[in-house]
Nanobody, 120 residues
Framework: VQLQASGGGLVQAGGSLRLSCAAS????????MGWYRQTPGKTRELVAI???????RYADSVKGRFTLSRDNAKNTATLQMTGLKPEDTSVYYC???????????????WGQGTQVTVSS
């Protein structure tokens, strides 16, 4: 199983970026997918995720600016980030909770981090 993240980069404050994550491998079921971020010296924090049943969670700091979308058929999740602020600068990590077989529990998987830098 692999989570492949793409996107990120350097943008000026107020700009936009898009992060994409694709889950591949012998996946039976995706029970959740989304993005976390982590800056040096701080714990990893939730940015935006969706969970089975239609639940979506966003960090308060990104509500109204970031939008998470998904393609269930392709096992992808995309984070559209607008109105970026310098405080959004961080390494962003794709996350998914996956079941690898019928009757098996879901476990968390992480993709490689991708750097997002917002200049003021």
């Amino acid at each position: 199983v692999q989570l492949q993240a793409s996107g990120g980069g350097l943008v000026q404050a107020g700009g936009s970026l898009r992060l994409s994550c694709a889950a591949s491998g012998s996946i039976f079921r995706v029970d959740g997918m989304g993005w976390y971020r982590q800056t040096p010296g701080k714990t990893r924090e939730l940015v935006a995720i969706w969970l089975t049943g239609g639940t979506e969670r966003y960090a308060d700091s990104v509500k109204g600016r970031f939008t998470l979308s998904r393609d269930n058929a392709k096992n992808t999740a995309t984070l559209q980030m607008t109105g970026l602020k310098p405080e959004d600068t961080s390494v962003y990590y794709c996350w998914a909770t996956l079941s690898l077989g019928a009757g098996l529990e879901s476990y968390s998987y992480w993709g490689q981090g991708t750097q997002v830098t917002v200049s003021s």
